[in-house]
């Protein structure tokens, strides 16, 4: 077998590059890690292994090393408490390592006790390692917040950083990262007892990269032994407007949160000694914004207010709502500051709308047909009509802007929440049978199988009627879906129902689709 330093001498850099890339992996879905395994926020195998072949290859030999080295750093993930500091270290003695990085994530919690000891501990073992940083490391072991200041200077070397990932703790544990947003506001008093004390650069302020287009913001499922076993707590999330100043980045594109809770405006920072952070957001903190990503949710129209608001280059907002809302005492309709009001603040811009919430009340969003600009929407019927009963009271064909081009209708109403609730008791023993059988549909004076079947002939005739008003009032649209969790519930699966519904659209030369929904992940593009 040849030698490392002979195949290097045979193989054109562009082979060896073409070769690296395909051991770089892009960042993992922190969506799908967390759906896993919740528990164990690590990367997939394939991305660890990939990085371990990188790392190998920059031993190799000193050529291989200037070409894999870019390859190794270009996608950094941190999810062990000593990766960061190690990483801190790398980009502390090479300053050129930093402008490898284009994609961060830090996925451990700063504030939490076992990172800050971990960290701790770590650095004490260099004090005999590293005798000439001696200062340096002593100056960190006396601090508390010693990991936010680490990923702080992490973020000042990585210049060239488009994408972050960041695990945040949840509001209720009182952990926000203080620190860490008081730096990157340009606090003088944090930056001269934090930042000046650590860097080897004493005379150059540092900031974070203005190259900063994409961020996640990812909900710590890990509980503070503070908490107890209260059930509730278990889906607390945490308030996006503690990060503005992160968030507020000359470039900022595009925000991601998994698992946040509502926002309306009034959230600000408390130092320990109970003086005020960095304060509430200032107006349009989002200003650059033009994608905003909601899953695990608990927002609702009133608090999406403040991200249109916020947001004046808003082209796509999606909200997936986790099962168990925080946010139930928002859908108030007559509110002035809600989701419709924030919408027609963003008729000029928005593009793409996908609002799946777990249960919207009665609240009717009403101000689509005046999103001029809108070109896929994917929404609840619940949250069109308000009501079920309100079927045959709206026109469906009235509701939708002209620029529309795909569209789809999620049907779920609070009555299927409520009954997911009551089988899932039944099932496990918690609720009677007959208690159940004497739910809301009984409530209609009919049986389960004939509430469905009278629903299903007015959705029937709802469909008809789009596909009927489509060609005058929709000229744009190309595909429409009608979907549900509910379908093999209902029975609707082995009938063909939608035939000549699918053949109306199919004459108009528009894609039509009936069933279960399509499990597969949203990507909006602006």
């Not at 500051?337 to 609002?355: E, F, K, Q, V």
């Amino acid at each position: 077998m040849n030698s490392p330093s002979s195949s290097t001498k045979h193989l054109p850099a562009e082979i060896w590059n073409k070769i690296l890339a395909s051991l770089a992996h892009e960042l993992p879905d922190y969506g799908d890690i967390e759906e896993t395994s919740p528990k164990k926020i690590e990367p997939p195998a394939s991305f660890i292994a990939g990085r371990s072949t990188l790392l190998h290859l920059c031993l190799m030999s000193r050529r291989l090393d200037d070409l894999a080295r870019p390859f190794l750093y270009k996608t950094v993930v941190i999810w062990k408490a000593e990766f960061l500091l190690l990483l801190w270290r790398a980009l502390n003695s090479r300053l050129e390592l930093g402008h490898f990085i284009r994609e961060l994530a830090c996925w451990v919690a700063l504030t939490r006790g076992t990172v800050i000891q971990k960290i701790i501990s770590l650095t004490e073992e260099q004090l005999e390692s590293s005798p000439s940083d001696r200062d340096l490391y002593q100056t960190i072991i006396k601090r508390h917040d010693v990991p936010q200041l680490l990923l702080f200077e992490i973020l000042c070397r990585s210049q060239q950083l488009t994408m972050l990932s960041l695990l945040v703790p949840r509001s209720a544990e009182d952990m926000e990262y203080s620190t860490l947003m008081a730096m990157i506001a340009g606090s003088r008093r944090s930056y001269n007892s934090s930042i000046a004390m650590t860097t080897q650069d004493h005379d150059h302020q540092l900031e974070i990269s203005h190259s900063l287009t994409s961020i996640e913001l990812c909900r710590d499922w890990e509980n503070s032994a503070a908490w107890g076993t209260e059930e509730y707590l278990e889906d607390v999330g945490f308030d996006h407007q503690d990060y503005w100043p992160l968030l507020k980045t000359s470039n900022l594109i595009r925000l991601h949160c998994y698992g946040d809770d509502a926002s309306n405006g009034l959230a600000f920072l408390l130092e320990e000694d109970g003086s005020i952070g960095c304060g509430a957001p200032p107006e349009a903190y989002l200003g650059t914004v033009r994608e905003v990503h909601l899953d695990s949710s608990s927002s609702g129209p009133n608090s999406l207010y403040y991200i249109c608001r916020h947001a004046p280059q808003l082209q796509a907002l999606r909200v997936s709502h986790r099962r168990h809302s925080q946010d139930s005492v928002m859908w108030v309709h007559a509110a002035a500051n809600n989701l419709d009001s924030g919408l027609l603040m963003r008729a000029a811009t928005l593009r793409h709308l996908h609002l799946d919430f777990y249960d919207s009340g009665e609240y009717r969003l009403t101000s689509l047909p005046h999103l001029l600009r809108l070109e896929t929407l994917h929404i609840q019927l619940q949250t069109l009509f308000g009501k079920m009963s309100a079927l045959n009271k709206y026109d469906i064909g009235d509701m939708f802007p002209s620029s529309l081009v795909e569209l789809t209708l999620h049907d779920q109403w609070q009555q299927d929440v409520i009954e997911t609730e009551e089988r899932t008791k039944m099932y496990s023993g918690l609720m009677d049978p007959e208690e159940f059988q004497g739910g809301w549909i009984m409530s209609h004076g009919m049986t389960e199988a004939g509430f469905w079947y009278r629903y299903q002939n007015v959705v029937l005739r709802m469909l008809v009627r789009l596909c009927d008003v489509s060609a005058d009032r929709l000229p744009q649209l190309r595909r429409v879906q009608y979907v549900s969790d509910f379908w093999s519930r209902r029975k609707w699966g082995q009938q063909n129902l939608f035939d000549e519904v699918q053949a109306g659209f199919s004459k108009r030369n528009i894609e039509f689709y009936a069933g279960e929904i399509r499990r597969q992940k949203d990507s909006i593009k602006s």
